[in-house]
């Protein structure tokens, strides 16, 4: 019904707003208003829904726009202690209507969304609903994937003690969100990522914090990891900088960032701070894709649109506690309250006024002076607030102070009683609110830390980083605006947008308090009817005139109900014609005339809208009537000539269907006629040609016949003439010969028949007969090889004379020009001539070292690989021009690139191909002078530093000064503590091969391996288009040969005459850096064998030393370069801890294994164990260990830094030590003197240089003392004591203010220890002290006599960080972080096993230890191996040394008088060192019981030997006794014993296992096989178990009977695929 005709209803309001709208086609507005929970959400939904419905079409643009609702709803609303959905955000929804009044799209604008509310809540309210909806709908395997579990298990969602509400059901709320998010086109990604922020949010929440101390300043650390990670993982962020935003801050002074901790509140105040920016951020993107997909923009601009705004903002708030929300909400209120009485009361009575109507006017409250007070007088509220915000030192207090003098005098303000109350009141419209001021400065900066956006920036969801994309974009130095300026601006916006519409407004009235349905408490609901002055509106609708239209619009609209008057543009006295308009109706009262406009009351206006549409029905029935008939004639006349013209054309087109049947009738009866003419004709002409073919056929092929007939007669005469001939005269020849023998047998037959019997005569001579007749033989074979040979040679020469037939060849320059870059070196002989290079043939393999058999390499030529390996039409020939393709099939892309540009360098260095036109001439300038060169080339740079660029020093800095600045004065400062920044671990970690899993477990994506493919491509384009050197071309050469197996195989021979000698020095240096591929390997064998006698014994030896310790990491050094041109091995100056030196011998394969061997035997150690080699630059210190590092490697590694470093290569001033790294726990000086002397010396100079540091003066005092003993004998004399302390005590320890008196104190303690010590006292031999001091520091610094390692935690118990190193040592093994703190540690008796597992990939291999608490700890390094075999190693030797052993169950002696002894599970046993008679049988030990004290013989299957060399703990024992009879259990049915069993006298039957077959017929492991090895206790196997499951894929089959067959080699690993 019409508005006014019924009780007032909602839409009826909407009807009316949509019809004044469309009539006066006027932008409208609905304001709808009232307190928390009085159903203005619920008003503004059904207003909605109205206009969705009214406004004529069924469109996608009204469902988007209903559908927005249940999303905004879940995440603005939240359920409080006046209302189940209590909208905590102010919501303007305007509505875009045509000219049609349909709808064209929305826009919703929002306002001040509740942040606080995110991180708590009051007691008995919610979070917003969207995360308990999305934690009751989500189905559970999402749940699982987003680590979300139940409402009561988050912080965020239990403050309030409320969890559950009674609005609606969360699962199908839920549901209906998602419907909505899909019809508002959110993609299945966007979802996705919404529900990811809001788990993040959730876990976020949980995070935990405790307090701590760092630096003597307060700190904070996070108590729960885990949770910080599952955060960390929901918002694809680094944990470890997740963690480092929350607990530190950074701050900017001086351009310098300044990390420092912050404590416990401010670090929960820094994470509810990132809950809140992330949620309202998420909130304001999710109303902007809300816009995006609503609102439609104008095409057209002359087309016009209306609009109809809603405004649902949040109801007037009183709570208990009141804050800065609060108090923005209210002032909204006010400010809606004051548009509402302006437009009310002021606007209309004013404009009474102005009209000259008869009007009395009504007294309204008016809330200006609260307005002007809170926002917009000089020094208001929100200035106040907003001023001291700004201020580094504002705080709530002084904000309070402010507010207290410049508003306690107006009467709007209430200052609090006391002074000590920290809060103020506002007497507003509904009533006096008192606002607390706590964290009320801190809530409108809203601050949001650079920290946290740093790691908003870093993360990996798009969303996120989009939510701040904003925040990220602006500039740093422009503060922010506070978030009361922000509501401010925002609401003076929406009055703007008010006052530009026509209003309607609507008061929600709250029944009561009690959310209660169907009750009306009368006095809840008068006090809102007074304070929102509804009883002034009532009287002031009631006298007043709420309708008003100019006059010209009233005539236009209602001249239709006097159809005297003229048309409306002809009226000149419109007031007159208004009134006659009046009197028509019969109105006499309830209207007035203005001066320009009719003033209506309700009821006269629905009058005249009645009068109007009975006047236009009547109207539009004598339209509808003429024109029904106009039309029904219009319909029958048209009609009749349709029929006409149908007849016509009916009767046209039956006769022309006729006529066409006709035509083709005849037309098909000819053809049949004309094809039964031609068929006959062709079958006549087919035959005749049949009969004819085969008579012409048959004459041509026997023609043909008979002319290769004649042609192979021919052949066939004189092959067989001149092979008849051939055999004629070796036949003849033959004879002859036989003749000859025949008649020289028969002589000598007659000659020996005179000194023996006839028989014996005729024997001896056939026998001599016979072997003159093998000597012709042998004859014939040896002239048809040298005939072969010949010819081969012939064809050789006869190639070589074709191209460069008048070239002479100086060799001796030809080695000179090579190595040019090579200083002048007269210490060494001259290299050999290389005259003999021309001859070819000449064969050298019964000279070569090789380990291959002669009879198997003569059959592998050069011209056979061509052959079987080659693609396309290459062949073995060299080619003097860059080729167009690999000579291999190569599948990767980048290795066939490489390639090329390999085969052209070589061309170049051998002198077959000339440097790039554009190149400048060659320079002969020493590298390093070339390496300063701005302009050089990039390719002079070693190619394996570019590659993988492990220089010394990689992490340190460039410069001694830098260096120093970061690590002290040197490696020899001062350290804080015992195990401060060590040393050792400095030189154990600069060196070893680091582990790649730092780097590579984030995974490499597409896009990375294509970038580093263009990459590699273009360097090797650029090196190829620039002018090189000799010394660049052997550098890219031997770089990509090291790097790049595959192309291993291209190197290959050269018949140029020209450029022989360049082709065998490049081989030479190759063969000593890597070795050829597999398939190569022989022919290059073979090939070597066939070259010059000057080079070939040199190669071959080289590629046999690279065979035997595999291929190198870097390109030849200086020293190699050097070796190579004179071919004489390399010397190496070693320098020992006691100060000698010793010149070692090697070569460009030697190994850190072979060095110290050759060192310790030089050295005559017994003991060499734990001694390794370090090399030296500068202040920069690399370990190259003891195993199968080459040292040409860490040399090379040394002049690559130096050249960085602008020093010249051949220069380069490293050293090279020989010192004790690692003691095994069995360590005895007393065994090898030279080792002790070795150690001692190491001990002493690092604690003068402060390697090894004490807690103590005592101790140091201590040391000293005996190295003066050592050094001087008994007798102590303080003055030389004085002078001799430098060389005792470190320079730190000596400085001070007054030098002397230090020196007098350190000499005083020095000497009062020599004075007490044991051996001063009682004359113990100098080499005993020294043996006590080295046993002092192995149990002092066991850390810095350790082996490290650095490694990855894959699995086990939780440690503070992943990224660890293994520390492993004579104690036992330790895990430690880059700052050496401690972060677990295990001792060998509490090791279970060790286990490592090797790998072909790129991550290394991973290890394992097991503790016997059962604590497993899961690794990878790229040194997993070592560390197994290294802890392996000292488990097997304790066990073999140790002297205890631990009961692993009960054992009771069978009866009295025996000798076996009796114990408990957990008895600690010691044995015997006695020799027992042999009555105890195999597999029993003797031993004495700890706690019993009896001694006895005892099962070994009952006891756990441990491995230990002193009596373990208690703690330890009992462990070791549950554990071993856990593990005795497990293997019982296999027959296992805890110890390890005797299998050498094992007589049981015998067995067929496939582990015995595969010993015998798998091929050995290599290092690409995974070999994995247990190091336990109760079992080891010392033999390969290559026979076990194994999931990673091979590169050789098994069985050893196919490595010679490479199709089944093949075969068989692609079945085992």
């Known amino acids: 019904q019409p508005f006014g005709e019924l009780s007032p209803h909602i839409y009826a309001i909407a009807n009316h707003v949509y019809n004044t709208m469309t009539i006066e086609h006027l932008d409208q507005c609905l304001i709808i208003s009232g307190e928390s929970g009085a159903g203005k959400t619920e008003s503004a939904k059904l207003v909605l829904q109205y206009l969705a419905t009214v406004s004529g079409r069924n469109s996608s643009i009204e469902q988007q726009v209903i559908e927005a609702n249940p999303i905004l709803e879940a995440f603005g609303n939240a359920k409080t202690i006046r209302n189940d959905n209590s909208s905590r955000f102010g919501k303007y929804t305007e509505i875009n209507f045509n000219d049609y009044g349909v709808i064209e799209g929305a826009h919703v604008e929002q306002y001040l969304l509740e942040k606080s509310r995110i991180v708590n809540q009051m007691k008995d309210e919610r979070n917003y609903h969207i995360f308990y909806r999305m934690l009751a709908g989500l189905p559970n395997d999402e749940k699982a994937r987003l680590q979300l579990s139940q409402p009561t298990d988050y912080y965020y969602l239990t403050r309030g003690n409320c969890t559950t509400c009674q609005y609606g059901d969360e699962k199908e709320m839920f549901d209906q969100i998602y419907k909505a998010m899909q019809v508002l086109n959110f993609t299945t990604d966007e979802t996705k990522s919404i529900f990811e922020v809001l788990a993040g949010i959730l876990n976020l929440g949980n995070i935990k914090f405790t307090e701590t101390v760092v630096e003597n300043l307060e700190a904070c650390e996070i108590s729960n990891a885990k949770q910080a990670k599952i955060t960390a993982g929901l918002l694809q962020v680094k944990t470890s900088d997740f963690t480092e935003s929350l607990t530190t801050r950074t701050t900017l002074t001086g351009g310098e960032k300044i990390l420092s901790p912050v404590e416990l509140s401010k670090a929960i105040n820094v994470r509810d701070a990132l809950a809140k920016g992330i949620y309202s951020r998420l909130f304001v993107w999710i109303v902007s894709k809300i816009n995006y997909s609503i609102y439609k923009f104008l095409t057209n601009k002359a087309h016009h649109r209306t609009s109809i705004g809603v405004l649902d903002i949040f109801g007037f708030e009183k709570l208990e506690i009141n804050s800065f929300e609060q108090l923005?909400?209210?002032?909204?209120?006010?400010?809606?309250?004051?548009?509402?009485?302006?437009?009310?009361?002021?606007?209309?009575?004013?404009?009474?006024?102005?009209?000259?109507?008869?009007?009395?006017?009504?007294?309204?409250?008016?809330?200006?002076?609260?307005?002007?007070?809170?926002?917009?007088?000089?020094?208001?509220?929100?200035?106040?607030?907003?001023?001291?915000?700004?201020?580094?030192?504002?705080?709530?207090?002084?904000?309070?102070?402010?507010l207290h003098q410049h508003h306690s005098k107006n009467s709007a303000y209430i200052k609090p009683k006391s002074q000590m109350e920290a809060n103020f009141s506002i007497s507003h419209y509904a009533g006096v609110v008192k606002y607390h001021c706590r964290e009320m400065l801190e809530k409108n900066r809203d601050a949001f830390s650079g920290d946290l956006l740093e790691i908003v920036q870093s993360s990996k969801l798009v969303l996120l980083r989009e939510l701040f994309q904003k925040d990220l974009a602006r500039e740093s130095r422009k503060l922010p605006l506070t978030v009361g300026i922000q509501f401010k601006k925002s609401l003076d916006s929406l009055l703007r947008t008010l006052?530009?519409?026509?209003?309607?407004?609507?008061?929600?009235?709250?029944?009561?308090?009690?959310?209660?349905?169907?009750?009306?408490?009368?006095?809840?609901?008068?006090?809102?009817?007074?304070?929102?002055?509804?009883?002034?509106?009532?009287?002031?609708?009631?006298?007043?005139?709420?309708?008003?239209?100019?006059?010209?619009?009233?005539?236009?609209?209602?001249?239709?109900?006097?159809?005297?008057?003229?048309?409306?543009?002809?009226?000149?006295?419109?007031?007159?014609?208004?009134?006659?308009?009046?009197?028509?109706?019969?109105?006499?009262?309830?209207?007035?005339?203005?001066?320009?406009?009719?003033?209506?009351?309700?009821?006269?206006?629905?009058?005249?809208?009645?009068?109007?549409?009975?006047?236009?029905?009547?109207?539009?029935?004598?339209?509808?009537?003429?024109?029904?008939?106009?039309?029904?004639?219009?319909?029958?006349?048209?009609?009749?000539?349709?029929?006409?013209?149908?007849?016509?054309?009916?009767?046209?087109?039956?006769?022309?269907?006729?006529?066409?049947?006709?035509?083709?009738?005849?037309?098909?009866?000819?053809?049949?006629?004309?094809?039964?003419?031609?068929?006959?004709?062709?079958?006549?002409?087919?035959?005749?040609?049949?009969?004819?073919?085969?008579?012409?056929?048959?004459?041509?092929?026997?023609?043909?016949?008979?002319?290769?007939?004649?042609?192979?007669?021919?052949?066939?005469?004189?092959?067989?003439?001149?092979?008849?001939?051939?055999?004629?005269?070796?036949?003849?020849?033959?004879?002859?010969?036989?003749?000859?023998?025949?008649?020289?047998?028969?002589?000598?037959?007659?000659?020996?028949?005179?000194?023996?019997?006839k028989d014996q005569a005729r024997k001896q001579a056939e026998a001599l007969q016979?072997?003159?007749?093998?000597?012709?033989?042998?004859?014939?074979?040896?002239?048809?090889?040298?005939?072969?040979?010949?010819?081969?040679?012939?064809?050789?020469?006869?190639?070589?004379?074709?191209?460069?037939?008048?070239?002479?060849?100086?060799?001796?320059?030809?080695?000179?020009?090579?190595?040019?870059?090579?200083?002048?070196?007269?210490?060494?002989?001259?290299?050999?001539?290389?005259?003999?290079?021309?001859?070819?043939?000449?064969?050298?393999?019964?000279n070569s070292n090789s380990n291959i058999a002669e009879e198997s390499i003569s059959n592998y030529q050069f011209s056979k690989f061509a052959a079987t390996y080659f693609v396309g039409d290459a062949t073995a020939v060299i080619l003097r021009k860059p080729i167009k393709r690999p000579l291999l099939d190569l599948v990767n892309e980048q290795d066939r690139a490489i390639a090329l540009s390999i085969w052209i360098t070589i061309l170049r260095f051998m002198g077959d191909l000339p440097e790039p036109k554009a190149a400048a001439p060659e320079s002969h300038a020493e590298p390093q002078q070339q390496s300063k060169d701005p302009d050089a080339p990039e390719a002079s740079l070693s190619?394996?530093?570019?590659?993988?660029?492990?220089?010394?020093?990689?992490?340190?800095?460039?410069?001694?000064?830098?260096?120093?600045?970061?690590?002290?004065?040197?490696?020899?400062?001062?350290?804080?503590?015992?195990?401060?920044?060590?040393?050792?671990?400095?030189?154990?970690?600069?060196?070893?091969?680091?582990?790649?899993?730092?780097?590579?477990?984030?995974?490499?994506?597409?896009?990375?391996?294509?970038?580093?493919?263009?990459?590699?491509?273009?360097?090797?384009?650029?090196?190829?288009?620039?002018?090189?050197?000799?010394?660049?071309?052997?550098?890219?050469?031997?770089?990509?040969?090291?790097?790049?197996?595959?192309?291993?195989?291209?190197?290959?021979?050269?018949?140029?005459?020209?450029?022989?000698?360049?082709?065998?020095?490049?081989?030479?240096?190759?063969?000593?850096?890597?070795?050829?591929?597999?398939?190569?390997?022989?022919?290059?064998?073979?090939?070597?064998?066939?070259?010059?006698?000057?080079?070939?014994?040199?190669?071959?030896?080289?590629?046999?030393?690279?065979?035997?310790?595999?291929?190198?990491?870097?390109?030849?050094?200086?020293?190699?370069?050097?070796?190579?041109?004179?071919?004489?091995?390399?010397?190496?100056?070693?320098?020992?801890?006691?100060?000698?030196?010793?010149?070692?011998?090697?070569?460009?394969?030697?190994?850190?294994?072979?060095?110290?061997?050759?060192?310790?035997?030089?050295?005559?150690?017994?003991?060499?164990?734990?001694?390794?080699?370090?090399?030296?630059?500068?202040?920069?210190?690399?370990?190259?260990?003891?195993?199968?590092?080459?040292?040409?490697?860490?040399?090379?590694?040394?002049?690559?830094?130096?050249?960085?470093?602008?020093?010249?290569?051949?220069?380069?001033?490293?050293?090279?030590?020989?010192?004790?790294?690692?003691?095994?726990?069995?360590?005895?000086?007393?065994?090898?003197?030279?080792?002790?002397?070795?150690?001692?010396?190491?001990?002493?100079?690092?604690?003068?240089?402060?390697?090894?540091?004490?807690?103590?003066?005592?101790?140091?005092?201590?040391?000293?003392?005996?190295?003066?003993?050592?050094?001087?004998?008994?007798?102590?004399?303080?003055?030389?004591?004085?002078?001799?302390?430098?060389?005792?005590?470190?320079?730190?320890s000596l400085q001070g203010t007054k030098s002397s008196k230090v020196i007098d104190k350190w000499a005083t303690m020095v000497s009062n220890s020599f004075k007490k010590a044991y051996y001063t006292q009682n004359r113990i031999e100098r080499q005993q002290v020294k043996e006590g001091l080295v046993n002092f520091a192995m149990n002092r610094w066991p850390l810095f006599f350790s082996r490290f390692y650095e490694a990855f935690k894959f699995s086990g118990p939780s440690l503070p960080k992943n990224e660890v190193i293994i520390a492993v040592n004579w104690t036992g093994i330790y895990i430690v972080d880059e700052y050496e703190r401690l972060l677990a540690e295990c001792s060998y008796p509490e090791l279970a096993n060790v286990t490592s597992t090797m790998s072909s990939s790129k991550y290394g291999s991973s290890f394992s230890?097991?503790?016997?608490?059962?604590?497993?700890?899961?690794?990878?390094?790229?040194?997993?191996?070592?560390?197994?075999?290294?802890?392996?190693?000292?488990?097997?030797?304790?066990?073999?040394?140790?002297?205890?052993?631990?009961?692993?169950?009960?054992?009771?002696?069978?009866?009295?008088?025996?000798?076996?002894?009796?114990?408990?599970?957990?008895?600690?046993?010691?044995?015997?060192?006695?020799?027992?008679?042999?009555?105890?049988?195999?597999?029993?030990?003797?031993?004495?019981?700890?706690?019993?004290?009896?001694?006895?013989?005892?099962?070994?299957?009952?006891?756990?030997?441990?491995?230990?060399?002193?009596?373990p703990a208690d703690d330890i024992v009992e462990s070791l006794a549950t554990y071993g009879s856990q593990v005795y259990r497990k293997n019982l049915n296999g027959g296992l014993d805890p110890n390890r069993i005797d299998e050498n006298n094992y007589d049981g039957s015998e067995t067929y296992t496939l582990e015995a077959y595969a010993q015998e017929n798998f091929t050995p492991f290599k290092k690409s096989f995974q070999k994995t090895i247990s190091r336990s206790g109760f079992k080891r196997k010392d033999k390969e178990r290559n026979w076990i499951c194994s999931r990673e894929p091979i590169k050789h089959p098994l069985l050893k009977n196919l490595i010679e067959q490479d199709d089944l080699c093949a075969d068989a690993v692609k079945i085992f695929l």
């Open 499 to 757: 006052g530009d519409c026509q209003p309607m407004f609507i008061r929600c009235i709250k029944p009561n308090n009690d959310k209660r349905p169907k009750l009306f408490d009368r006095t809840v609901c008068t006090r809102q009817l007074r304070y929102s002055g509804m009883m002034e509106t009532i009287k002031i609708r009631v006298a007043g005139y709420p309708v008003r239209h100019l006059y010209s619009d009233f005539i236009k609209r209602y001249r239709v109900l006097d159809s005297k008057l003229p048309h409306y543009n002809k009226i000149k006295d419109v007031k007159n014609a208004s009134s006659r308009i009046m009197a028509k109706i019969n109105v006499k009262t309830g209207f007035q005339c203005g001066k320009t406009k009719l003033f209506l009351k309700d009821m006269v206006q629905e009058s005249l809208e009645k009068a109007r549409e009975d006047a236009l029905l009547a109207c539009v029935i004598m339209i509808q009537k003429t024109y029904r008939g106009y039309v029904c004639r219009s319909s029958f006349v048209e009609l009749r000539n349709s029929v006409i013209v149908i007849q016509k054309n009916w009767k046209a087109q039956t006769t022309r269907e006729n006529y066409i049947k006709m035509r083709l009738g005849f037309l098909r009866l000819q053809a049949v006629i004309a094809s039964q003419r031609v068929a006959k004709d062709y079958k006549a002409k087919r035959s005749i040609i049949c009969r004819f073919q085969p008579y012409i056929r048959g004459y041509l092929v026997r023609q043909e016949f008979t002319k290769k007939r004649i042609s192979i007669i021919r052949i066939q005469a004189t092959i067989r003439m001149m092979i008849a001939r051939k055999l004629y005269l070796k036949t003849i020849q033959q004879k002859r010969r036989r003749e000859e023998i025949e008649q020289i047998r028969i002589a000598e037959e007659k000659k020996l028949a005179k000194k023996m019997n």
């Open 943 to 1292: 190619i394996i530093h570019k590659l993988y660029n492990k220089t010394i020093g990689r992490k340190g800095p460039k410069h001694k000064k830098d260096f120093e600045q970061q690590n002290g004065d040197s490696v020899r400062s001062n350290r804080s503590g015992s195990y401060g920044k060590s040393v050792l671990k400095y030189f154990t970690l600069t060196q070893r091969k680091k582990s790649k899993h730092r780097a590579e477990i984030s995974s490499i994506g597409k896009q990375g391996k294509e970038q580093e493919l263009d990459a590699a491509i273009k360097d090797a384009a650029g090196f190829l288009q620039k002018h090189t050197t000799n010394l660049e071309k052997i550098r890219f050469v031997i770089g990509h040969g090291i790097q790049r197996k595959d192309l291993r195989q291209q190197l290959t021979e050269n018949h140029s005459k020209s450029s022989y000698a360049r082709g065998w020095i490049l081989m030479s240096l190759c063969l000593g850096c890597f070795m050829p591929s597999s398939k190569l390997e022989k022919y290059l064998v073979c090939f070597i064998r066939e070259g010059p006698a000057g080079y070939a014994p040199y190669c071959e030896e080289r590629l046999n030393r690279t065979f035997t310790n595999g291929s190198r990491q870097q390109a030849p050094c200086w020293l190699e370069l050097q070796a190579t041109k004179l071919r004489e091995t390399v010397k190496i100056p070693i320098t020992f801890m006691d100060g000698t030196n010793i010149t070692a011998t090697t070569d460009s394969a030697s190994t850190a294994r072979e060095l110290c061997s050759q060192l310790a035997q030089k050295k005559a150690l017994k003991d060499k164990f734990g001694f390794s080699l370090y090399i030296a630059l500068h202040d920069k210190v690399s370990c190259l260990g003891s195993g199968d590092d080459h040292v040409m490697d860490a040399i090379a590694q040394c002049e690559v830094y130096a050249r960085d470093q602008g020093y010249p290569e051949r220069h380069t001033p490293w050293r090279m030590f020989f010192r004790k790294e690692i003691f095994a726990p069995w360590q005895n000086g007393t065994n090898d003197p030279i080792n002790t002397n070795l150690i001692y010396y190491q001990i002493i100079r690092g604690v003068q240089h402060g390697e090894y540091k004490c807690d103590k003066d005592e101790e140091l005092a201590e040391i000293a003392a005996q190295q003066y003993y050592i050094e001087q004998g008994t007798h102590l004399k303080k003055d030389k004591l004085s002078e001799m302390l430098e060389n005792y005590i470190p320079k730190s």
């Open 1409 to 1511: 230890f097991t503790t016997i608490k059962g604590d497993e700890y899961m690794f990878t390094s790229t040194n997993g191996e070592d560390i197994k075999n290294l802890v392996g190693g000292f488990l097997d030797g304790l066990r073999q040394r140790s002297k205890y052993v631990v009961a692993i169950m009960d054992y009771s002696n069978p009866g009295e008088g025996s000798s076996v002894l009796s114990f408990r599970k957990g008895d600690l046993i010691k044995l015997s060192d006695l020799v027992r008679e042999p009555t105890s049988h195999v597999g029993w030990k003797f031993g004495n019981c700890i706690r019993t004290g009896r001694s006895g013989d005892f099962p070994a299957e009952c006891v756990y030997q441990i491995p230990t060399l002193v009596k």
């Open 770 to 846: 016979q072997q003159r007749l093998l000597e012709i033989e042998k004859e014939k074979r040896d002239r048809e090889e040298k005939e072969r040979r010949e010819l081969q040679e012939k064809q050789i020469r006869i190639e070589l004379a074709a191209t460069k037939a008048n070239e002479v060849i100086d060799h001796s320059r030809v080695v000179d020009q090579i190595f040019d870059f090579l200083p002048d070196d007269d210490k060494g002989g001259s290299s050999q001539d290389l005259s003999e290079i021309a001859n070819v043939a000449q064969d050298n393999a019964g």
């Open 328 to 402: 923005c909400i209210n002032f909204a209120n006010e400010s809606l309250q004051q548009y509402f009485v302006k437009y009310i009361f002021k606007l209309e009575q004013s404009e009474y006024t102005k009209e000259g109507i008869n009007w009395q006017g009504i007294k309204f409250t008016d809330n200006q002076s609260v307005l002007d007070m809170i926002a917009y007088k000089p020094m208001n509220i929100i200035s106040i607030i907003d001023e001291e915000s700004r201020f580094p030192r504002g705080t709530d207090s002084t904000m309070l102070s402010k």
